[in-house]
C-alpha cells in the first residue's frame, strides 16, 4: 500500500494557532511559579497515568489548554493515519521499502492469525522464534547445554553494534537484580582492540558463549570481533589443552560456544554458526526497535523466559494505551508533541533524560540511538527538505552524578533545556544510614531538582540568607526551566518494557510531525564507505594515501610516523 505525503506541519493551521499561544504566553510572561498559583488543579490536569507509570507533566511550559492544541496538531499531520500504518504494517520505511512492525514483536500468542503482513503470519513468526529462543535460554540456565569440555556456561558475551549492543546491554545492566541462573554477560561492540581485550578478561574459554548478534551479519565491527573472538577462543581452549587442534573438534568447540541472532542465517551459516543455533528476526525490525526480539537473547538467557516474557507484556501495555488512547489524554503521544512544541518553538535543541536509578545508567545511551538516528533528518519522507528544525540531542547521565556535573548549564546556562526526570518508588537494595532511608534521600534529590528548576530562587530570597549584594546575580534561579517527572513503581522488567515503548513512540510523533522516515539510517553510511577507502591508506598504500584529502593525508602521516609497531 503506497503511504500518503508528509503534512507540512508549518503550514496547518494547528501550527500557527501554536505558534499564537506560543507568543501569548511569551506576551503574558512565562511563569511557572504564577501559573501553579493561578490554577490550583494544574497538577491534576497535567498528570497521567499509563500502564503501573505516573507522568508529571505540570512543570512543562504549557498551560492545560495547550493539550488541545497539541491534539489539533496531531488530527493535522494525521498522527492517527501514521500510528494505524505502521502497527498494520504497511511500508511506511519507504526508503528502504519495509515494514516497521516493532510492535507486531510483543503482541501475544492470542493474536496470532491477526496480522499478515507480506503473506506472512507475523505474529506466530514472533512466537515461534520466541519458543526456540527460550528453550535455548532454559538449557544454558540449567546446565544442560555445555561448553566442549562439559561445563556450563557462566559468561554470555554479546558481540554487535549499535541495536544489536545498545538495547541489549542497557536492559542487562536495568535488570541485573533479576538475574538468577548464576549466568552473567558482558557486551562487546567497539572495533576498537580495546573492547575486545578488556572484556574477555578474566573470562575462561571453557565457560564463555558468544551471541553474535548482527541484523545483516555484514557490519564491520561485529564480524572483526566475531572473528577476534573465534580466535580467542580456539587459542585459549588449545593452550589449556581442553581441546587438541583437530578440525572436528574445533568445529565443535564452535558449535557449542558461539550461537548467532540475524536476519541473514545465510551468512551465519558460512561464518561457521551451526543455524540450529541461530535465531533470526526479520527486516520490519529495525535495529534501534529490536531490543524485544531475538536482539534480546541474552537478556533471556541471563533473566530467563518468564521474564522477557514481563518484559514484552511492559512494552504491549504501553503500544495498547498509545494505539488506543485520544491524543489529548494520551500522555506518550504529548511527550512526542512536547518536544516539538520545544524544538520548534522555543528553538531548543537539547534534551536531557535523568534517570534516578545506577540500574538505568545506560538509558540516556541507548535513547541517543533510538531517537538520534531515528530523526536527525533533513528530507521528509517523499524527499522534500524538512520545514523546520528536527531531532535533539538526548543525552543525560544518571542522578545525582549528573548533579554533579552537568546540571549547572540547565539551573543557570543561557539555553533552555527540556529534561525527563525518572524515578522509581521502590528499591531491590533498601538501606538505611542511620535512620536515613538512602533510598527517599536519594528521591529527594530527584524531587529538588525539578522544584529548583522549575520555581528557582528570587534575588530577594538570596538577599534573605544574609548573601552579600556583590554575589547575589550569581545566586539566583530563573526557573521555568521546563521538566517531566516520571514515576515507575519499581524497574522490573515489565517496567523496563513500558519506558522503551514509550519512547520510541515519542520517537514515532515527532517523526510524524517532521514528517520523516524514522525507521531508516542513511546517514551512517558515507562513513562506513570512507572507512573502507581509507583503511589502507593507514599502513602502506601510498595510492591510497595520495588519494586522500590534505588533511586526511596530514594526520595518516603523523600516524605512520609515530607508531610503534
Ligand atoms: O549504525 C547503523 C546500523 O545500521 C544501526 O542502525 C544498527 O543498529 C547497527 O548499524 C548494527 O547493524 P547490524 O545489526 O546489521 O550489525
Known amino acids: 500500500m503506497a503511504i500518503n505525503p508528509p503534512v507540512d506541519a508549518t503550514q496547518t493551521p494547528a501550527w500557527a494557532a501554536l505558534q499564537k499561544h506560543y507568543n501569548d504566553l511569551q506576551a503574558e510572561g512565562v511563569s511557572l511559579k504564577k501559573w501553579f498559583a493561578e490554577e490550583p488543579d494544574r497538577v491534576e490536569k497535567l498528570s497521567f497515568d499509563a500502564g503501573d507509570l505516573h507522568f508529571d507533566l505540570s ?309 541517543q540511538q533510538l531517537t538520534m538516528e531515528s530523526n536527525g533528518k533533513s528530507v521528509r519522507w517523499d524527499g522534500t527538505p524538512v520545514t523546520t528544525q528536527t531531532g535533539e540531542i538526548f543525552w543525560g547521565e544518571p542522578g545525582t552524578n549528573g548533579q554533579h556535573a552537568f546540571y549547572q548549564l540547565i539551573h543557570q546556562g543561557t539555553q533552555l533545556i527540556p529534561a525527563d526526570f525518572i524515578a522509581f518508588v521502590n528499591t531491590p537494595n533498601p538501606t538505611k544510614d542511620g535512620d536515613q532511608d538512602v533510598h527517599e534521600l536519594f528521591l529527594g534529590n530527584y524531587l529538588a531538582q525539578t522544584k529548583a528548576l522549575a520555581f528557582g530562587k528570587t534575588a530577594d530570597e538570596v538577599r534573605a540568607e544574609g548573601t552579600p549584594e556583590a554575589i547575589v546575580p550569581a545566586r539566583v534561579f530563573e526557573g521555568n526551566k521546563p521538566t517531566t517527572s516520571i514515576l515507575g513503581v519499581a524497574l522490573t522488567p515489565f517496567a523496563l518494557g513500558e519506558l522503551i515503548a514509550l519512547y520510541e513512540h515519542i520517537t514515532l510523533v515527532e517523526g510524524t510531525v517532521w514528517g520523516l522516515d524514522s525507521y531508516d539510517q542513511w546517514g551512517v553510511e558515507l562513513g562506513k564507505q570512507l572507512a573502507k577507502q581509507i583503511t589502507p591508506a593507514i599502513s602502506q598504500d601510498d595510492d591510497a594515501l595520495a588519494a586522500q584529502d590534505a588533511s586526511t593525508q596530514a594526520l595518516i602521516k603523523f600516524y605512520r610516523a609515530n607508531r610503534e609497531f
Not at 132 to 150: D, H, L, M, P, Q
Not at 166 to 174: H, I
Not at 230 to 253: F, P, Q
Open 59 to 367: 512543570k512543562n511550559l504549557i498551560k492545560p489548554e495547550t493539550l488541545k492544541l497539541f491534539a489539533d496538531l496531531a488530527k493535522d499531520v494525521k498522527l492517527d493515519e501514521r500510528v494505524k500504518a505502521m502497527v498494520s504494517g504497511v511500508h511506511i520505511n519507504n526508503t528502504e521499502d519495509r515494514a516497521v512492525l516493532h510492535t507486531a514483536l510483543r503482541r501475544p500468542i492470542e493474536d496470532e492469525g491477526k496480522l499478515i503482513v507480506d503473506g506472512q503470519d507475523v505474529v506466530k513468526d514472533v512466537r515461534e522464534t520466541l519458543d526456540r529462543i527460550y528453550a535455548f535460554a532454559e538449557k544454558v540456565r540449567s546446565g544442560e547445554w555445555k561448553g566442549v569440555t562439559g561445563k556450563r556456561i557462566e559468561t554470555v558475551v554479546n558481540i554487535g553494534i549499535g541495536g544489536s549492543d545498545l538495547g541489549p546491554n542497557m536492559a542487562y545492566e536495568a535488570l541485573k537484580p533479576y538475574a538468577d541462573a548464576g549466568i552473567s554477560a558482558r557486551y562487546i561492540s567497539n572495533i576498537d582492540p580495546n573492547d575486545l581485550a578488556e572484556k574477555t578478561k578474566g573470562l575462561d574459554p571453557e565457560t564463555t558463549l558468544f551471541i553474535i548478534v548482527s541484523k545483516t551479519f555484514t557490519t564491520l565491527e561485529t564480524l572483526t570481533n566475531a572473528r577476534e573472538a573465534k580466535t580467542w577462543l580456539l587459542e585459549g581452549l588449545k593452550a589449556s589443552g581442553a581441546i587438541d587442534g583437530s578440525e572436528e573438534k574445533t568445529a565443535e568447540a564452535i558449535r557449542k560456544h558461539f550461537v548467532a541472532v540475524s536476519t541473514a542465517l545465510d551468512k551465519v551459516e558460512a561464518f561457521g554458526i551451526d543455524p540450529a543455533n541461530a535465531f533470526g528476526f526479520w527486516n520490519w525490525v529495525g535495529g534501534r526497535y529490536s531490543v524485544d526480539s531475538a536482539v534480546g537473547t541474552s537478556l533471556a538467557v541471563v533473566f530467563g523466559p518468564a521474564r522477557f516474557e514481563e518484559f514484552l507484556h511492559g512494552f504491549h501495555e504501553i503500544d495498547e494505551y498509545f494505539v488506543n488512547t485520544p491524543v489529548e489524554q494520551n500522555v506518550v503521544a504529548l511527550m512526542g508533541l512536547l518536544n516539538v512544541w520545544y524544538r520548534n518553538f522555543f528553538h531548543t535543541a537539547a534534551h536531557a533524560v535523568l534517570p534516578y536509578d545506577q540500574y538505568l545508567h545506560r538509558f540516556p545511551a541507548y535513547l
